[in-house]
């Protein structure tokens, strides 16, 4: 089966403590991209990725780091630095920019 | 500053009833909207559109953009409880590298 997944589904963390998030895609896409969203909010965009071994920050990077070395994975470091780290967060991917983009089922954070 | 509103925020409406969700947008280098559904998790795309006036159609759902007036609808006829959920409308910018979401309408239908 194709698709995009995410783990964990829940992950609670005391502030302080770095934490990284998984996102596997079997989907041969080449862009990938991060997302946070708050309760009655859309979608931020954290960072994206179009290619192996390149990132952009989104309109919220700041206190998140992302890598990129292989195609199917992109992960997500939220780091102490983030002020406000508990959302929920979700990864997506799609064939190209700009094209549909297919989400993973997400990881809600919770940092007390 | 690229920007995408929707409108209303929450809706509640009873089976059988007829929705129109709306969506405008105001970004750079317009390419294209998409339509979004969002149940519990992860949103699932509806559809794409990119040409004015071309009505995209699946079932019961429909979606048109007005490229001049800058804004989509999204249409649900007869709807069923099956169809509660989040609707999230997105555009991409910055040539495509970027995707703007705006903040949802959350559909309630109530039996």
């Known amino acids: 089966d194709g698709g995009i997944t995410q783990s964990p589904k829940y992950l609670f963390r005391k502030e302080g403590q770095n934490v990284t998030l998984s996102c596997e895609q079997n989907?041969?896409?080449?862009?990938m991209y991060w997302y946070r969203q708050d309760p009655g909010q859309g979608l931020r965009l954290i960072y994206y990725?179009?290619?192996?071994?390149?990132?952009q920050k989104g309109d919220i990077a700041e206190g998140y780091s992302v890598s990129r070395e292989k195609k199917e994975s992109f992960p997500l470091t939220v780091t102490s630095a983030q002020k406000n780290p508990t959302a929920f967060y979700l990864c997506?991917?799609?064939?190209?920019?700009?094209?549909?983009?297919?989400f993973g089922p997400g990881t809600r954070l919770t940092v007390t | 500053e690229d920007k995408v509103v929707q409108s209303p925020l929450s809706l509640v409406v009873h089976e059988g009833d007829t929705v129109t969700l709306n969506c405008s947008y105001e970004?750079?280098?317009?390419?294209?909207l998409l339509w979004y559904k969002q149940e519990k998790k992860a949103p699932t795309f509806l559809f794409m559109l990119?040409?004015?006036?071309i009505e995209k159609k699946s079932g019961r759902l429909s979606s048109i953009l007005d490229k001049k007036e800058l804004f989509s609808i999204l249409n649900i006829t007869a709807t069923q409880t099956g169809d509660s959920a989040v609707y999230l409308c997105?555009?991409?910018?910055?040539?495509?590298?970027?995707?703007?979401f705006g903040p949802g309408t959350r559909l309630s239908v109530l039996p």
């Open positions: 990725s179009q290619i192996v071994n390149d990132f």
């Open positions: 990119t040409s004015s006036g």
């Open positions: 970004v750079t280098n317009f390419r294209s």
């Open positions: 989907l041969n896409h080449d862009a």
């Open positions: 997105a555009v991409p910018t910055n040539y495509g590298q970027n995707f703007v």
């Open positions: 997506a991917s799609s064939m190209d920019r700009g094209d549909e983009q297919y």
